[in-house]
């Protein structure tokens, strides 16, 4: 029992860096952020809908433009020091662990980096659960509830084992997409008046897809490089994950986007003749 309890919670404290055993959240393995991660799932699939099964709408927008504000903010600060402690985002291609010995400011932050990315892929599940309380309950797609339940757990697992230069390159590219899509949402929330200026949506599902190449090509660099100590299991992870989202976001993208045109194309073509 002993060994069941040191492997399920101790033996995570020993990985990556210790000073990490004293953030919130990060001591004693992944269960608080997976609990947190299945109690959103069960609210959104069956708590949720069954609360607003009867009862009116919430009209939700002031709080939701607050909360794309401050994620606008969060992202588009988070972007701009990932690129400073990483070298402007050189080192996330050396493969190497901490540079420095000392306590050096980058390194300080790059912890405190890679830990608030984890916590803001918590704070993400605002967005779905927007969703439910305003009754919009086809917007909260498995597309959607999918990516936003993986993305803690993973993030927790990739500050555990490597907070280090090299895993931050998925967080800064995210980061700066995550500026974009918010950037949009706060103007769509923001009034009817704006709608003239949001003429870009499927453009983000454009930038989303183009992040997606760029961090499989990242883990397949760290996968095959066989100088480099990125850990295996953290770059096949990450290939993986931005492949298997590429194909879903694809879908997605010839759905919304290639399917409509199409659509609208044969039907001028049907009235021409």
Same mark, same amino acid.
């Given at each position: 029992?002993?060994?069941?309890?040191?492997?399920?919670?101790?033996?995570?404290?020993?990985?990556?860096?210790?000073? &990490?055993?004293?953030?919130?959240?990060?001591?004693?393995?992944?269960?608080?952020?997976?609990?947190?991660?299945?109690?959103?799932?069960?609210?959104?699939?069956?708590?949720?809908?069954?609360?607003?099964?009867?009862?009116?709408?919430?009209?939700?927008?002031?709080?939701?433009? &607050?909360?794309?504000?401050?994620?606008?903010?969060?992202?588009?600060?988070?972007?701009?020091?990932?690129?400073?402690?990483?070298?402007? =985002?050189?080192?996330?291609?050396?493969?190497?662990?901490?540079?420095?010995?000392?306590?050096?400011?980058? #390194?300080?932050?790059?912890?405190?980096?890679?830990?608030?990315?984890?916590?803001?892929?918590?704070?993400?599940?605002?967005?779905? &659960?927007?969703?439910?309380?305003?009754?919009?309950?086809?917007?909260?797609?498995?597309?959607?509830?999918?990516?936003?339940?993986?993305?803690?757990?993973?993030?927790?697992? =990739?500050?555990?084992?490597?907070?280090?230069?090299?895993?931050?390159?998925?967080?800064?590219?995210?980061?700066?997409?995550?500026?974009?899509?918010?950037?949009?949402?706060?103007l769509a929330c923001a009034g009817v008046e704006m709608k003239r200026f949001l003429w870009w949506k499927k453009h983000i599902t454009q930038l989303q897809l183009v992040q997606f190449?760029?961090?499989?090509?990242?883990?397949?660099?760290?996968?095959?490089?066989?100088?480099?100590?990125?850990?295996?299991? &953290?770059?096949?992870?990450?290939?993986?994950?931005?492949?298997?989202?590429?194909?879903?976001?694809?879908?997605?993208?010839?759905?919304?986007?290639?399917?409509?045109?199409?659509?609208?194309?044969? #039907?001028?073509?049907?009235?021409?003749?």
């Open positions: 029992m002993d060994t069941v309890t040191y492997y399920l919670t101790d033996w995570f404290d020993t990985i990556g860096d210790p000073r &990490l055993n004293s953030f919130p959240l990060m001591s004693g393995g992944p269960w608080k952020v997976l609990a947190i991660t299945a109690l959103f799932v069960y609210f959104v699939k069956v708590i949720g809908p069954w609360l607003m099964k009867n009862r009116e709408p919430f009209d939700l927008r002031s709080v939701i433009l &607050l909360h794309n504000s401050c994620l606008i903010g969060f992202n588009g600060a988070g972007f701009i020091v990932g690129l400073w402690i990483t070298n402007w =985002g050189t080192l996330t291609f050396t493969c190497g662990g901490s540079h420095n010995a000392d306590k050096h400011l980058k #390194e300080e932050l790059m912890l405190y980096f890679g830990y608030c990315y984890m916590l803001s892929k918590i704070a993400d599940f605002a967005d779905t &659960l927007f969703f439910i309380l305003r009754k919009k309950f086809d917007q909260a797609s498995f597309l959607h509830i999918f990516h936003h339940a993986l993305m803690p757990p993973a993030m927790w697992l =990739g500050v555990r084992v490597h907070p280090f230069p090299y895993s931050g390159f998925m967080a800064i590219v995210n980061t700066l997409v995550h500026t974009v899509m918010y950037s949009y949402y706060a190449v760029l961090i499989f090509f990242h883990g397949v660099h760290g996968y095959l490089n066989p100088s480099c100590n990125f850990p295996t299991i &953290l770059a096949f992870m990450e290939s993986f994950y931005a492949a298997f989202f590429f194909v879903l976001f694809w879908r997605f993208y010839r759905r919304v986007y290639v399917s409509k045109v199409d659509k609208n194309q044969n #039907e001028k073509i049907q009235k021409v003749h």
